[in-house]
């Protein structure tokens, strides 16, 4: 029996519209499982992109490749490079290089074998499928750190790592494409290499520069937010325009915009900021994971008789992957500890931090938007897209589920204390506000600026007063900011210490402002 279809049926049983609503609901009640049972979100968003091919009557959607990288990108890297420490970078550029170069071009050479010999790719469209899965997402990384207590060390590479390996991927990915269709010569392709990853850091140095100085203009305002994101999306284009690494580009932009901008950014708008953009990024995962199961279900659709020999290159993919990185780490690892050439002035690495960086190495939004971006002529676009997407599950579901027990076998959990480093922080601050009330003739009135407030309404002489409490009080907290970001720079505390500080001082410099810098904020 076949029911009339009601008048409002257009052929699809529900719009991306209510798609996108249904899947938004399903994301908010999976962050909330993934909080209480100590999950990384983008795991149970990978389960629920995998769910949502198998609806029916969800529609498909579908965006240009040119546009996929910019989209999820761009805003994800600017958000990470943001908040991502030079001093970190100074330090561990050892361990770090190993990581963006070695472990990229190694994963890449074992996946374009394994793709050449197993799938008949070929060799420039196989570099590009070892490209799109070589690289850990930066996303991924910071959600899985966040579930568990690791050392300040291995954070700091895990995160560092996502964040650089991005330019490595992108460029390989790129020049391999290029190559695979005809875009240029092997000699052009190179040149192009070549000159994208210095031209990418002038242009994101320059871009930084012109974006800090006009984001004085909308300093204060929700305009303020939006230029932002019209900042990094805009780097993004005209980098790849000008066929430059836009990663680099992106990220040194971000690095440069950092750097000073408490004059720039005020309290509100940092606190404001923060919100924006931690829950754009979480869209930007699930909108990924929703397209990628919308691929995934078309492309399962079309496999027919060969199923299985395809699911068998994907798991040969996936061993390839974390066989590749287990190697390179590990053998890092083992360098370190028995060569101090090699590590430097770092402390030497133990054997479970190995394992556990290893192990750590997810995929996911720069591997589906990679995927994504391939063009519909691609040699065996189907198989490279359900590779992609292979991976990015497995790793993210098996690995990252299985993370936090490893952390606990290996006790990296008890290597440091983190409520120990903070209130160590907190003294260090305090230090710093007690320094500066020393050298303000009204500091030490600041102690009574409560009682004061009540008759400061009818005395002008207590409202100057007052006000000179206030502009104390702000001089106190700047001072503190500049302790805590020597204190982060120098590698003495983490960044989750930092952030929750940073918020802590954010709101005390709130509480200090005039009325009428509220209402300016505000407006």
């Known amino acids: 029996m076949t029911w009339p279809a009601p008048r409002w049926y257009s052929g699809n049983l529900m719009t991306m519209f209510e798609s996108l609503l249904l899947l938004l609901l399903a994301a908010i009640v999976l962050l909330q499982v993934a909080r209480r049972v100590g999950l990384p979100y983008p795991a149970m968003l990978a389960l629920a992109g995998v769910a949502f091919a198998f609806v029916p009557g969800a529609p498909t959607l579908r965006i240009e490749p040119e546009t996929v990288l910019a989209l999820f990108i761009a805003p994800v890297l600017l958000d990470a490079a943001y908040d991502f420490p030079l001093g970190a970078a100074s330090r561990l550029w050892r361990p770090l290089a190993i990581m963006v170069l070695g472990a990229v071009l190694v994963t890449t050479a074992v996946v374009a074998t394994i793709g050449w010999a197993f799938a008949g790719l070929p060799i420039a469209a196989a ?74 850091l002038l242009l994101g140095v320059a871009s930084g520069w012109v974006v800090k100085r006009v984001s004085r203009y909308v300093a204060g305002t929700l305009g303020g937010n939006l230029f932002q994101f019209v900042a990094a999306f805009g780097i993004w284009l005209i980098a790849e325009h000008l066929e430059l690494s836009a990663v680099l580009a992106v990220v040194a932009s971000a690095v440069v915009i950092a750097r000073g901008q408490d004059g720039v950014e005020s309290p509100r708008m940092r606190v404001h900021s923060f919100a924006v953009w931690a829950t754009v990024v979480f869209l930007l995962n699930v909108l990924a994971f929703m397209l ?39 053998a890092w690892n083992y360098a370190s500890r028995h060569w101090r050439r090699v590590r430097g002035s770092l402390d030497a690495p133990t054997i479970g931090q190995g394992v556990v960086v290893s192990w750590a190495g997810m995929r996911g939004l720069l591997s589906l938007a990679t995927a994504f971006a391939l063009p519909a002529n691609f040699p065996q676009r189907d198989l490279v897209v359900l590779t992609a997407f292979g991976v990015v599950l497995a790793t993210l579901v098996f690995q990252g589920m299985t993370l936090a027990p490893l952390v606990r076998l290996f006790k990296l ?90 918020e802590e001082l954010d709101w005390r410099a709130l509480t200090l402002l005039p009325d009428e810098e509220r209402r300016i904020e505000e407006a």
């Open 127 to 200: 570099i590009v499928l070892g490209a799109i899965v070589a690289p850990p997402d930066a996303a991924a990384a910071t959600a899985v750190a966040g579930t568990v207590t690791l050392p300040r060390r291995t954070v700091a590479v895990l995160k560092g790592e996502s964040l650089l390996n991005d330019a490595t991927a992108l460029l390989l990915f790129s020049g391999a494409l290029a190559i695979q269709t005809a875009d240029g010569s092997a000699g052009q392709v190179a040149l192009r290499l070549v000159l994208a990853v210095p031209g990418g």
């Open 413 to 502: 959990d008890r290597m440091e204390d983190p409520q120990a480093e903070l209130a160590e922080a907190r003294r260090r601050l305090t230090d710093a506000a007690l320094s500066k009330l020393d050298d303000l003739p009204d500091g030490d009135g600041l102690r009574a600026t409560y009682q004061a407030k009540r008759a400061a309404h009818d005395d002008p002489e207590r409202a100057a007063w007052l006000d000179r409490q206030r502009q104390a009080g702000l001089a106190v907290v700047a001072a503190q900011r500049e302790a805590l970001d020597d204190l982060r720079e120098d590698g003495q505390i983490g960044s989750e210490t930092f952030f929750q500080l940073q």
């Open 292 to 330: 990628m199961g919308m691929q995934a279900r078309a492309i399962l659709g079309r496999l027919d008789g060969r199923a299985w020999d395809d699911l068998e290159l994907v798991g040969l993919v996936i061993a390839g992957v974390v066989a590749s990185r287990f190697a390179v780490v590990m």
